[in-house]
């Protein structure tokens, strides 16, 4: 592979010697190259997920199929569990059990009308964020997934901050330190923010 250095934006996963090797394009020297590839197949797996409906997405199959279809040309690890503890997120060993127990939760709250529809989605955003499936990639997919638990029952997707903005939530930036603050409230039990933000 190229030898890169990555230039990780603030709340980012960074990635340990074996994920990076991970890498299949052999011609990325620079992290603008990274970041357009993974744009444009991030783009393609919205439009899987827009042009078709789909009937139950509160499962791992779907989770790391979606994965697989935003990062599979780029990284060989993409769609699979992450091997390796991170500074944030459960252990490595504690992910299935927990993705588990956060789909039963927000099938429960989606039966019993426990919640309105966005805080469901905010919730079910912090949760997959928290969890932190994956060795990379976990915010766009947590988003993605989210719109996607939206749409399937005839909701809106959220606009993440872009009614306001056309910075990128994955390169460092204005918009990007407000989400990582509202994710950081959301992990004491604080949603507002967090509500505010995804319909912005």
């Known amino acids: 592979m190229s030898q890169f250095t990555i230039d990780y934006p603030s709340g980012a996963?960074?990635?340990?010697?074996?994920?990076?090797?991970?890498?299949?394009?052999?011609?990325?020297?620079?992290?603008?190259?990274?970041?357009?590839?993974?744009?444009?197949?991030?783009?393609?797996?919205?439009?899987?997920?827009?042009g078709?409906?789909?009937?139950?997405?509160?499962?791992?199959?779907?989770?790391?199929?979606?994965?697989r279809r935003m990062f599979g040309p780029v990284w060989k690890w993409a769609g699979t569990q992450r091997t390796s503890n991170k500074s944030i997120g459960v252990f490595k060993e504690q992910i299935s059990e927990e993705l588990a127990m956060l789909f039963g939760n927000v099938k429960y709250w989606v039966a019993n009308k426990?919640?309105?529809?966005?805080?469901?989605?905010?919730?079910?955003?912090?949760?997959?964020?928290?969890?932190?499936?994956?060795?990379?990639?976990?915010?766009?997919?947590?988003?993605?997934?989210?719109?996607?638990?939206?749409?399937?029952?005839?909701?809106?997707?959220f606009s993440w901050g872009m009614k306001r903005s056309e910075e990128a939530l994955?390169?460092?930036?204005?918009?990007?330190?407000?989400?990582?603050?509202?994710?950081?409230?959301a992990d004491q039990g604080d949603y507002r923010e967090l509500s505010r933000f995804v319909r912005s």
């Open 13 to 50: 996963t960074p990635l340990d010697s074996n994920e990076l090797d991970g890498l299949i394009p052999d011609y990325i020297t620079t992290q603008g190259e990274l970041n357009t590839l993974e744009r444009e197949n991030i783009l393609e797996a919205a439009s899987w997920i827009s």
């Open 52 to 67: 078709r409906p789909h009937s139950d997405v509160l499962n791992a199959t779907f989770a790391f199929d979606l994965h």
């Open 114 to 157: 426990t919640f309105t529809w966005d805080e469901i989605g905010v919730r079910f955003h912090h949760g997959l964020v928290s969890i932190h499936i994956f060795a990379n990639g976990n915010g766009r997919h947590a988003r993605i997934m989210t719109d996607a638990l939206l749409v399937s029952n005839g909701q809106e997707p």
């Open 170 to 185: 994955e390169v460092a930036g204005a918009l990007r330190r407000e989400y990582i603050s509202a994710l950081k409230r």
